[in-house]
């Protein structure tokens, strides 16, 4: 299973098993059809700010 964290503003928001699931599965998804991204990864981070 993903380790997956989301925090907003700095505070860490609690994150049922299915919500987990969801936002690891896509973003793993998304990021390891990219070019350049190897199988073998450790550690996704993504940082949006407004």
Do not use: Q
Request: no cysteine; charged share 30%; aromatic share 4%.
């Amino acid at each position: 299973m993903l380790d997956v964290k989301l925090l907003v503003d700095g505070k860490e928001i609690a994150l049922n098993e299915f919500v987990m699931k969801i936002l690891g599965g896509t973003v793993v998804g998304a990021v390891t059809s990219l070019r350049g991204v190897k199988g073998d990864w450790n550690e996704i981070e993504i940082k949006i700010k407004k």
